[in-house]
Every structure is written in C-alpha cells, then in structure tokens.
C-alpha cells in the first residue's frame, strides 16, 4: 500500500493552534464523514469540485472504495474525528504519463486560511516523492482560488497555462483556469 511507509496519522498544529491530523481515508469507516464533509461545503463550494459532490456513486469511487494505483486520498480530522479537508493525489500507473500526479485539495472553511490546504499539498507532495513521481499538476479557478494558488506557489509550483474564460460560477460568469505545475527534485543533483 503506498500509504504504509508515509507515517501516518500525522498530527499538525494549525495557526488558530488547534491540532488536526493527517491520515489516509478509511474505506471501512469515513464513508458516512466523506459525505458529512461534502454536506459542510456550501453550494457555492460544491459548484467548484471537478466532481459532483451529490452523486454517491461518485463520491464513493473517487474517496471510499478508491483504487490506490490510481487515486490516493488523504483527510484531515479535528479532535472530533470530523473531516475538515479531503485532498486526492490521482496518476496512472503506466504509460506515457506514469510519472505525472495530479492534486486536489478541499478545505471546509472554517479551516481556511490557517495554512491546512498547504500543509495538505506538501504531503501530497511528499507523498508523489515516496511513490517515484517526477511532476505534479494543479488546476485553480483565477478569481476564485488565488489563496490556493499563491499556497502553491509557495510550494514552487508554476503556471503551465491559463486557459482564458474556461471555468464559470454558478451565475454564469466567465473566469480563467490556471493549470499549475510542479518538478519534483529527488535530490540536489536533479537541479
């Protein structure tokens, strides 16, 4: 199982103080919380997710019963064992882009701003080192997500492209998608 040498559950200290941890889903048991998580998010939320957070199929495929050659996700939970953030490290285990990982991070709002989604890309990150990757990919909503995108950038991620207009809210209106990318560096001399 990928996840076994990543050390997991992995406690973090937010900057509010309170502490969350870090751990795989369990398929078992975070089936009812994935979906409690998803109820937290407002529509507003929801309407952004490249997936549809109502569909249960879905929900099920993409976090509960998961393929881990294929989607890896990762939770974070408070003192109450509720999910605040669900973040996915997807890629394909062969072929021309079997060495490429993409992220996702979502992160119920209460719990924004206080560097969760960040702390959550970088073990993602580590996360694409331990299973041999060598790039990662992001997309981020300009306009929407520009926390998420300086957090990534922080994290020295970079803008592939900017694709004009391709995303919309819910009330129609136009904005860009920012398509990220990261080279992952196994050690000084890949630089």
Same mark, same amino acid.
């Given at each position: 199982?990928?996840?076994?040498?990543?050390?997991?559950?992995?406690?973090?200290?937010?900057?509010?103080?309170?502490?969350?941890?870090?751990?795989?889903?369990?398929?078992?048991?975070?089936?009812?919380?994935?979906?409690?998580?998803?109820?937290?998010?407002?529509?507003?939320?929801?309407?952004?997710?490249?997936?549809?957070?109502?569909?249960?199929?879905?929900?099920?495929?993409?976090?509960?019963?998961?393929?881990?050659?294929?989607?890896?996700?990762?939770?974070?939970?408070?003192?109450?064992?509720?999910?605040?953030?669900? *973040?996915? @490290?997807?890629?394909?285990? !062969?072929?021309? %882009? /079997?060495?490429?990982?993409?992220?996702? #991070?979502? =992160?119920?709002?209460?719990?924004?701003?206080?560097?969760?989604?960040?702390?959550?890309?970088?073990?993602?990150?580590?996360?694409?080192?331990?299973?041999?990757?060598?790039?990662?990919?992001?997309?981020?909503?300009?306009?929407?997500?520009?926390?998420?995108?300086?957090?990534?950038?922080?994290?020295?991620?970079?803008?592939? *492209?900017? @694709?004009?207009?391709?995303? !919309?809210?819910? %009330? /129609?209106?136009?904005?860009?998608?920012? #398509?990220? =990318?990261?080279?992952?560096?196994?050690?000084?001399?890949?630089?």
């Amino acid at each position: 199982m990928p996840f076994s040498k990543h050390g997991y559950p992995r406690p973090l200290i937010l900057k509010s103080g309170e502490e969350v941890w870090l751990r795989p889903v369990r398929p078992e048991e975070d089936d009812k919380e994935v979906f409690a998580f998803l109820g937290r998010l407002s529509a507003e939320d929801r309407w952004y997710l490249d997936f549809d957070a109502n569909d249960p199929e879905t929900v099920r495929y993409n976090f509960i019963n998961y393929d881990p050659n294929k989607i890896l996700p990762v939770v974070a939970t408070n003192a109450k064992e509720q999910i605040v953030a669900l *973040a996915t @490290l997807e890629r394909r285990p !062969k072929g021309a %882009r /079997g060495h490429i990982g993409r992220v996702r #991070v979502v =992160v119920q709002p209460f719990y924004r701003n206080q560097r969760l989604g960040t702390y959550l890309l970088l073990d993602l990150i580590q996360l694409a080192v331990n299973l041999g990757l060598r790039v990662l990919t992001a997309e981020f909503i300009k306009g929407i997500e520009d926390n998420a995108i300086r957090a990534a950038r922080r994290l020295d991620f970079f803008e592939q *492209a900017v @694709l004009p207009e391709y995303a !919309k809210d819910s %009330r /129609g209106n136009r904005y860009d998608l920012v #398509v990220m =990318v990261k080279r992952i560096h196994r050690g000084y001399d890949d630089f």
